[in-house]
Every structure is written in C-alpha cells, then in structure tokens.
C-alpha cells in the first residue's frame, strides 16, 4: 500500500507540542538531488505542508524531488514532509537522530533539516567537536561555547539555522553521544555568553598556533571579546605541521574564482596579520601572477590542504605553519590545557571571550 495513501486514512497528530520549554534548532544535514531514505523502527507521526498524520507501522520512507515539490510514489505529495517517531529516534543516512526530520523541497534538491531541543542538540555536538575523554572543564567550556553559537546562529526567517558540519559547527546526532560530554551540557544547562545583553558570537577552532586571531583580521569584523593576543602553549597534534602544496589542486582553486594563472610554480606570503596569519598571497604560473588578501586568501589556503593560515613558505610549494582552523575565539586544544591546570569552565571562558558575561538564557534579549 502508498505510504501516503495509508498515511492519508491514518487519525491525525501533531508534531510537536507547542508547549515544549527549549528552544527548537533546525540543523541542515544535507542537502541533495538525490533520493534521501528516512527509516522509523514502530509508530511514527507527521505533516504534509503543515497537514498531520500519524502511522502504526514501521516504514522507510524513500523521497526525491521534482522542482518545488517532494515525491513519493512517483506522486507530488507537497514542499514539506515532517516525520517524527512516537517514541525513539529515526533513522537517516546511517545515523540515528532525536526530533524530527523535515525535508523541505527547493529548487530541485531537497533539504535535509533535523528539528529538536537545544539540549538534545548539543549532545550530538559537543562530543563531536571535542574529544569526551578531555577534562570535564573543558568540556563544559565547549557546551557554553556550542549553546551560544547556536543561539547567535537562529533565524525565523530561513529555512534551517545551522548546519551540520564545520561550516558551522560539526553535529553527528546520536550516534557522537557520550556520557561524560552529557554531563558536561547538563551541568551548563542554559548557560550562555553574552556581550551587552545580547548573545556572543562565540566563535571556537581546535588549535590556534600559539596566537589567537581578531575577528577583524579573519572576516573583517571587529568585535570587542574577540581580538588578537597570546595563547596558552598547547601540547596538539596540530601545533606545528608541514605540508606540501600540489600545484594542480592550487591551480584548479584559483581557476574556480576566475583568477586561474595556469601552471602553478611558486606560492609566496606577501604580509602576514598581528596574530601572524596570512594577510596577502602571491600564486605565480606559466600563466600569470594573482595576488590573493584577506577572507580570500584564507579561505583558498585552506582549500590546498593547509590547517590554518599561520603559515610561511620554505619552498616554492612547501609550507611550514602551525595550529588548526580559522584561530579565532576558544582554542579547544588551549582549553583543554587550562582545565588540566585546574581551571574552571568559566575562567576558560573569560580567557578567551573577554568581557563577555555568563548568563542563564532565559534572561538573554534576542538579536
């Protein structure tokens, strides 16, 4: 029988009950032109564009889309499908997920969105973004830190808030939950970040190299508690790398952008920022030179294979940098050996979010 046809003679259910205390996150998992599968295990609920159904039975739904719509069956049933288990998660490209999962049609793709509590969030993140067996200080650093960025992140008017990887903030749902990092979100519940009354923009990265980054140096945007200075040493996997750039992956980057200069010969950093980052690139090929400055530098150096920006050149494709991610914010790895020298959650926030506040979120204005 149509999944949609028993899903239609089925009594109707809501899918979530308006009365829920937390806040809802909408989490984009994927997005794709590509049939996506969502299994449910017994009894599960939803709506078609806002109409509710329920079913009994345990069913795998196979949907694609046409356009602006969904189908199933080869039929269009409608732009949104939410499906949310009776009791227990649901099942999605592999991994169990708590809440809901609405898949959104536009444009021909379709929008993989997971909808639940912040708290049940936060334990699919936390664990993913740092190791649960770290001290449970830092942890609770990374739970605070994690909150905040994702309430800075909600926006009504879009159709998810947040993604799933580290374009925002890694989410691997509930296979990533461990029991050391749940205590560590449930002995920070609610707590936040503030800078005047509002959420901090609480920006974080694994290793910083030695030397945390300005928001204004990395994106062009000066924020009080998030300047240049000199962080704690960090004994990581990521302190100090070398690595060697392969001139067809630089060329093809640079082709992507319009700004192709052929075979690529030599990579060479014109200036570097406060926090010892790259500022400004010279790319020479059998083709032309291009320079590259700021965001653009960053984020095509990341594009080669390098770990961060904080780098120097000791070959004509050969760089030798240290740390790990864009170095603005919370060093997770500095985090780490804080909480090991014995400080608290909230010194190892102060230290690298100064002058920011720690509150309960319920008493935080929105943006």
Request: proline share 4%.
């Given at each position: ?88 998660m649901l ?107 509002l959420f ?128 603005v914010g ?38």
């Amino acid at each position: 029988m149509s999944v949609v046809r028993l899903a239609a003679a089925l009594a109707l259910a809501l899918l979530a009950s308006a009365a829920c205390a937390q806040p809802l996150v909408r989490v984009l998992l994927v997005e794709t032109s590509d049939v996506v599968h969502v299994a449910f295990d017994g009894p599960h609920r939803g709506a078609i564009d806002g109409r509710p159904f329920a079913t009994p039975f345990a069913l795998t739904w196979p949907v694609e889309v046409r356009g602006d719509h969904l189908v199933l069956d080869g039929r269009e049933i409608g732009r949104q499908l939410d499906l949310a288990p009776e009791a227990g998660m649901l099942r999605f490209d592999g991994r169990r997920y708590r809440g809901t999962l609405r898949l959104l049609a536009s444009a021909g793709r379709v929008l993989a969105i997971n909808v639940l509590d912040l708290e049940s969030y936060l334990r699919g993140v936390v664990p993913s973004e740092m190791q649960a067996s770290w001290p449970l200080e830092a942890l609770k650093a990374q739970a605070v830190a994690a909150r905040t960025y994702t309430l800075v992140n909600v926006d009504h008017d879009a159709a998810y808030d947040i993604c799933a990887t580290t374009d925002c903030q890694v989410y691997r749902g509930a296979e990533a939950e461990h029991p050391r990092s749940d205590v560590a979100i449930a002995d920070t519940t609610g707590l936040v970040l503030t800078f005047g009354g509002l959420f901090a923009r609480t920006y974080y990265h694994s290793d910083s190299g030695g030397v945390i980054a300005s928001s204004s140096e990395v994106w062009g945007m000066s924020l009080p508690y998030l300047q240049a200075f000199q962080d704690v040493a960090a004994n990581g996997p990521h302190r100090r790398w070398e690595h060697r750039l392969d001139p067809a992956v630089v060329g093809a980057s640079l082709a992507a952008i319009g700004q192709g200069v052929g075979a690529v010969r030599r990579v060479r950093v014109l200036a570097w920022s406060d926090s010892g980052r790259v500022a400004r690139v010279e790319v020479v090929g059998d083709g032309g030179t291009t320079v590259l400055a700021g965001n653009v530098a960053r984020t095509q150096a990341r594009g080669w294979g390098l770990k961060s920006t904080r780098f120097q050149m000791v070959g004509d494709l050969v760089a030798r940098g240290e740390g790990w991610g864009h170095g603005v914010g919370m060093s997770q790895y500095g985090a780490r050996e804080l909480a090991a020298a014995g400080h608290g959650f909230a010194q190892i926030l102060a230290f690298y979010y100064p002058q920011t506040a720690l509150q309960r979120v319920a008493t935080v204005a929105q943006r």
